[in-house]
């Protein structure tokens, strides 16, 4: 990995409140490549997407996002950041009363103005991309959760981003369109010379196309390589979450509170005694 880093975070902290979500994250993610994290529910994946954004701000350490810290930045340059990034999320999130066309227009009539044959021949290229053209006049509940995954794609990169985040791209789906999504996200990462994060649980599909990964738990990075020396891991934390066993160290149950858990322990002393 030693091309320039797009994305770095350095001793990345973040808390929601007195829980401790991410605890000390370095992590590197170069120019040009498809580069996943992945780990148990609950490990932060989501937050760290979110920090990279801009959306959330560290509580120690920072983010870098090409050369700039997003959250440093007065409101129009972190804008004019975002509007370098692209993201889908697992809810694919299309507006319900908008056409495919329009959905994938979105970004470009919030950031252009544009002329409409311009605006026109952008869209349908996108969409093109995609294997949609032919869906332009749909309306999205009339698309399949594939499909519907695929526009919100398109918008996703309708305007040429350098970055673009994925958080579950592959959730709900069944398994040819999740080969689909994932030939996509490979395709369009090299053809836009874009740089790609992917958030998955989804081990198989997701190796089959990064080039390198990371595993979150307890907060901080157990794990980082390319999807094969991932899989040879001497983490039994990485390869219990590589193999999706339940038995191993990833505990079953949530931890609660050490105060909540006495007081029900208390409770139920005092119960068992009346
Ligand atoms: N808006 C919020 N307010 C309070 N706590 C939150 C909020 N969003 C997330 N959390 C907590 O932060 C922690 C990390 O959540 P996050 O969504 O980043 O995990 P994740 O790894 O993406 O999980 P999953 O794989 O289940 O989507 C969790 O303990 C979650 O309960």
Redesign the pocket.
Known sequence: MAAEALVETQDLYFS??R?A?LTGVDLRIPRGAIVSVM??????????LNLIAGSLTPSRGRVMVAGQEPTRLNKNALYQLRSRMGMLFQHSALFTDLSVFENVAFPLRRHFSLPDGILRKLVLMKLEAVGLRGAAGFLPAELSGGMARRVALARAVVMDPMLILYD?PFTGLDPISIGIIATLIKRLNDALGATSVI?S?DVHETFSIADYGYI?AGGRIIAEGTPQALHDSPSELARQFLSGNPDGPVPFHYPAPCAYDRALEMDTVAGEER
């Open positions: 929601r409140g829980r979500v780990g148990a529910s609950g490990g932060g994946k989501t937050t760290l579950e958030v649980h979150l």
